[in-house]
């Protein structure tokens, strides 16, 4: 593991309000990959920190595959979080109508297993599982069979909520792992077949050759509304390996997901409905606005949380808050683009915006999906024809701030 940096030692500053000692110094609802980061990071650079991890099922990381390509993260990040990948591959590809291209960088993916059997092994008996949460407050947890765990501070980890205060579109998709009866021939991930047909918003199909006979294949859409058909996308999938001429021997996994796609909201509002509760992940609003995609941001959270000089709540709060309404203003240009793609676009549409996107400098794609784009990508991003009605695209980009009918409840 890496101990780069010295351990400060437990923050004492603060307990609970009745004056007993706290069970532990951090106390983290939610064994999904925010909360995982965040006790596997303290773990590493701040042992002897008590921590406990509180998960409702029975292993970490539910039922999911966290995807990310190597230029998401700094090279420092990489490095502690390359054993809980469980595949990687130099490159990818994407198909349009028309056309098709491979793009250079390493792409990787995180099972549940792969982060189950390394996170499990590190934290141990800190991970109670079967622990149903009822309440969480700054100091303490109440859990289904009565007992109260109280602590320095607790951060709440257990994922998206409702909130009125965020508008957003959503990219949902349902994903089988599938044992085929030959080897399907794929050596580079597929991030978007888009040449299927386009229902009910931007559609594409994700692939990924886990195996020389396996494959992880995801029926995607960013759609206006967030229900899912598991039936239809089960044959969509199937249909989808037939036309590749890929018989399915058998269905090893399935997950499904509903990500947030943010367009507007109001922050602030949205971090104030928990009062002075410290969050992690889509529950902090701590994604990739346009990919929904939270492995990075929760990287970059995890690292934060471990540099704090103080653990008690107020101060884990403020920090983790601070944090994320700068990730918020750091993203207006991408809720911008967000808005184009689902206010500007007819469903219909939305392919041709996407299409234009992946002929673009495969560097600007890449600090795309890194969050981290430079002037000039904007101003690219932004000139030659636009693949949307300019009124409707101006209309779009200057939307008056504040939620809109789509408030923010999903579920991934």
């Keep these: 593991m890496n101990r780069s940096q010295p351990d400060a030692g437990p923050a004492r500053q603060s307990g609970p309000r009745d004056g007993r000692e706290a069970d532990a110094d951090l106390v983290v609802v939610g064994g999904g990959l925010a ?4 006790a596997w990071r303290l773990d590493q650079l701040r042992p002897s920190l008590h921590v406990r991890v509180l998960e409702a099922g029975q292993t970490l990381g539910g039922n999911h595959t966290w995807s990310f390509h190597a ?3 700094a090279p420092a990040q990489l490095d502690w979080m390359l054993p809980l990948v469980a595949h990687r591959w130099p490159g990818h590809e994407v198909r349009f109508p028309g056309f098709s291209r491979q793009l250079d960088g390493a792409y990787m993916s995180i099972t549940s297993d792969s982060l189950h059997a390394v996170l499990h092994k590190a934290l141990g008996s800190r991970v109670q599982f079967g622990a149903k949460v009822l309440h969480v407050d700054p ?4 859990l289904a069979n009565g007992t109260t765990i109280s602590a320095r501070a607790v951060i709440d980890a257990r994922g998206p909520r409702h909130s009125a205060h965020l508008d957003v579109g959503y990219q949902k998709f349902l994903g089988q792992v599938l044992r085929l009866d030959q080897p399907h021939g794929l050596t580079l991930p597929i991030l978007m077949d888009a040449t299927v047909d ?4 931007y559609r594409f199909v994700y692939v990924l050759p886990l195996s020389p006979d396996v494959l992880l294949i995801e029926d995607t859409c960013y759609a206006d509304g967030p229900d899912v058909d598991p039936a239809l996308l089960r044959m969509r999938i199937a249909a989808y390996a037939r036309s590749n001429g890929w018989t399915v021997e058998a269905v090893l996994r399935e997950e499904e997901g509903v990500l947030p796609i943010l367009l507007d909201g109001d922050v602030a509002a949205f971090w104030d409905e928990q009062t002075g509760v410290p969050r992690a992940g889509l529950s902090a609003g701590l994604f990739h606005p346009t990919t929904g995609y939270s492995l990075p941001e929760a990287v970059a959270l995890a690292e934060l949380t471990a540099a704090q000089p103080r653990f008690d709540a107020a101060s884990l709060h403020a920090a983790i808050r601070a944090h994320a309404l700068g990730r918020w203003r750091a993203g207006h240009f991408f809720r911008m683009l967000n808005r184009m793609l689902f206010r500007a676009a007819a ?3 939305r392919r041709q ?5 992946y002929t673009l400098d495969a560097g600007l ?3 795309f999906y890194a969050a981290r784009l430079r002037t000039f990508d904007k101003v690219r991003l932004l000139t030659g024809r636009p693949p949307v009605p300019l009124g409707a695209a101006l209309r779009a980009v200057l939307a008056a701030r504040g939620a809109g009918p789509n408030k923010l ?3 991934a």
């Design 71 to 73: 230029s998401d993260l």
């Design 198 to 201: 386009q229902q009910g918003g």
């Design 409 to 411: 409840k999903v579920s």
């Design 139 to 142: 100091t303490s947890v109440r």
């Design 353 to 357: 915006v996407m299409a234009r996107f």
């Design 365 to 367: 794609i890449a600090r």
């Design 35 to 38: 909360g995982c980061l965040i």
């Design 347 to 349: 469903p219909a549409q």
